[in-house]
Structures are given as C-alpha cells and as structure tokens.
C-alpha cells in the first residue's frame, strides 16, 4: 500500500477516539482494581485476617463482570439500533459517573455496611458502562479501516488498556511517593477517582466530533435494523458467541493475574513495598503495549484467529513460569515475570478488536463483539484474583500456575471451533 490510511485526518480522528475513550475507560476500571488491592480491604471489608480483607476486595471487583454482559446487551441494543457514536458517548458518561462518585463514599468505620453496599453499587455501574464500551469501540476502528488493516485499526482500542493502566497505576505510584501511608489510607487513594473527571472531559470531547461508521451507515440503508438484537443474535448467532466468549477467557485471567493478583500477593504476602511492586507493574505493563502492536501486524499479515492461538499457547509456557518467577524471593526475576506475562497478554488481547466484531453481520455486531468480550470478561476475569489469592494460601503458586494454563486451553478450544466470517 502506497500510503499509511492511519495518516489521513478522518482515520486518525476516528483511531484517537477509539484510543482516547478506551484509555479513560480503562483507566477508570483500574483505578479501582489498584485500590482493591491496597486500601479497599481494611477502608471497606473489616477482618482480623488480612487475606480475608483482601478477597472480599476482590469479591468486590468481580461485581463489575456480572454488570458488564447487561451493559453489553443494552448498549449494545442501542448500538446496533441507533448507532455506535450516540452509544459510546453515554457508556462513557456512565462510567464516569460511577467513577467520581467512588472518591466520595464513607468507608465502614463512618458508615458501617452501607459503605461496602455503595461501593459494590458503583463497581456495578462502572461494570455496566464498560460493557456498552469495548465493543462500540472496536467497532469504531474496525468499521472504518481499509482492506488489509483491520487488525492494525483494530489494535487502538485495545491500546486504551495500558495507556489507561499507566496513567492509573502511574498516580498511585506518585501519591505513594508523596504521602506518607497514613495519608494516603485517609484520603489520598479519592484523588485517582476525582481526576476521572477531567479524562471523562477529554473523552467526550473526542467522542462527539465523530461520524458514523460506514458498517452501520450501509446496514441501516439496505435494511431497518433488528427490533431486538439480542434476541436475533442468540437465535442466529449462537455458536458465534460461545465460541467468541471462550476466546476472550484467557485475556482476561492473564491480566488481572499479572496486575491485581500479583500487586496483592506482592505486598500482601511477599512483604514488598507498595511502591516498589507498582513500579515494577509500571515498567511490565510496556510490554503489553508492544505485544498488542506486534500482535496487530502479525494479525494482518496471517489472520487474528492464528495470532490468538499462539497467544494461547504461550500463556500456557507463562502458567509454568509463574511458581519459579513470582516467589524468586527478589523483585528482579518478578518484573522479568510480569513482563514476560503481559507481552504474551499483548498476543491474546490485540487481535480481539478485529476478531470479535469478524464474527458477526454488521446489524447485531454491536451486541455481538460486547457480549462476547463481557462474557468472557467473567469466566477468565471476574474471579480470578479472588481464585488465585485463595489457591496460593491453600497450595502455593502452583496451583495459580496451573489456573492459568487451564484458562489459556479453554481459549484455544474456543478458537479452534470456529473461525471469522468470510
């Protein structure tokens, strides 16, 4: 191709909305899963037992998993009803709302069970608008790009996740660094909440300078679009949906092993500083980005389906790895780990953004990409710190190991039922 289409205004318009919007989005999630791994437990969940304290913080952070299928199928009804760009806008609007709201709740000693109830209520709505959010997305990218790019238009919005978890996990690590830990337990984990509100400010402002996408245009034009989208996908689009589900498992149960599992463990039971262990996740976090760009070339030059399941195959050889790398004892072979484990991330999350929306006609892609992606989301993400914190206090890390490689072949098998529409 002569010319890079990533270079012309409109593409690049539409790639840094899909970036920007995932990127505060995700931003907005990890904030939370950071502070479910710090300060959550003992602010929100009283125990004598610190592990306890822990796993109802990330019993917490599994609510959002539950939220998010619905949030797919009700943005994703309105998505492939009345376009992706209307629909974007309100999931970020939700997302954020439920965000700043956070900064402001009571912790139990001032409000007792009402707190936690709160709280789980604004994990809830977080949830709910990150479900309507990856997929119109994706779609955003993919419905725009030229032939032959699909993976590579496709891999900016996953790049909203490490960009978002940088500026996340970036800010904890600054508040750490300039508030003593009795500051930062009394107030100073609000702050990260109370600045969503000015990434939201960007997002938007992104967001409703963009068009609609020629996908959706041409759908509408050749036909009404469905009066339920849900219920035309579940009846026609079934196998496409399981498998796509499947797909999206191992993603899911890499990350939040190599960030909240590994960030509690790491300071819970390893006995490292806080701001040493975010520093650490700070630097692995690049190799993400990197994986999710070599990913999304390699996804053109074969097809995402082949990228996916190498990524598969990979998080099997990180699943042996974690016992040796995680409990080293020092925190240079542990950074080497959590780098290792988010460059494999990197091969089973970027090709998502082209494979998913692959897997569906354009008039119930929408709520097809979202459900697929969120309900993968719970299966591989929902549980897994919880599950993992709960196998390393019974068996060590071996069995999280184990877990891992469990999760990466129920993906392959996902992958190898089915492959992309033609």
């Known amino acids: 191709m002569s010319r890079d289409p990533t270079a012309t205004n409109s593409n690049r318009r539409v790639l840094t909305a899909s970036l920007v919007g995932t990127a505060v ?41 539950l939220a998010r299928p619905l949030g797919a199928a009700v943005f994703g009804h309105f998505g492939d009803r009345i376009g992706r760009k209307s629909t974007l806008v309100a999931s970020l609007m939700l997302m954020g709302g439920s965000t700043l709201a956070i900064a402001f709740l009571p912790t139990y ?38 032939p032959g790019w699909k993976a590579r238009f496709g891999m900016f919005p996953q790049l909203g996740a490490p960009v978002g978890f940088i500026a996340a996990n970036g800010l904890f690590l600054l508040l750490g660094l300039a508030l003593t830990p009795e500051q930062f337990q009394a107030w100073g984990w609000r702050l990260p909440f109370l600045g969503s509100a000015a990434l939201v400010a960007v997002g938007l402002w992104v967001r409703l300078k963009l068009t609609e996408t020629p996908a959706f245009a041409a759908a509408i034009a050749h036909e009404p679009p469905p009066a339920v989208p849900l219920g035309e996908l ?33 300071v819970t039971t390893l006995g490292y500083g806080r701001t040493a262990m975010l520093g650490v996740q700070l630097g692995a976090i690049l190799f993400m980005a990197a994986g999710i760009v070599a990913a999304g070339y390699w996804a053109d030059a074969a097809n995402p389906r082949r990228v996916l399941m190498a990524g598969c195959a990979m998080t099997v050889a990180v699943g042996a790895l974690l016992p040796v790398m ?31 929306p692959d897997l569906f006609p354009a008039r119930v892609r929408y709520t097809g990409a979202s459900a697929a992606f969120n309900l993968g989301g719970i299966l591989g993400g929902g549980l897994a710190p919880m599950i993992a914190q709960a196998l390393a206090d019974k068996g060590g890390l071996v069995p999280v190991g184990i877990y891992l490689a469990v999760a990466a072949a129920v993906s392959f098998v996902g992958l190898l039922a089915l492959k992309p529409r033609q």
């Open 234 to 266: 579940l009846r026609d689009h079934w196998k496409a949906t399981l498998c796509g589900t499947l797909a999206t498992i191992c993603c899911f149960a890499v990350y939040y092993l190599m960030t909240a599992f590994a960030l509690g463990y790491g």
């Open 326 to 356: 995680m409990g080293a004892g020092s925190l240079p072979p542990i950074f080497a780990f959590l780098s290792l484990g988010l460059l494999v991330m990197g091969f089973v999350y970027g090709p998502l953004g082209a494979f998913l």
């Open 25 to 65: 989005e995700f931003y907005d999630f990890y904030i939370y899963a950071t502070a479910a791994s710090l300060v959550f437990g003992p602010l929100f969940f009283p125990s004598k037992s610190a592990s306890l304290q822990l796993m109802a913080s990330y019993a917490s952070l599994g609510v959002a998993f």
């Open 109 to 146: 000693a001032m409000a007792g069970w009402l707190a936690p109830t709160l709280l789980c209520l604004l994990r809830f709505g977080q949830g709910f608008g990150l479900g309507g959010e990856w997929g119109g997305a994706a779609l955003l990218a993919v419905e725009n790009a030229p």
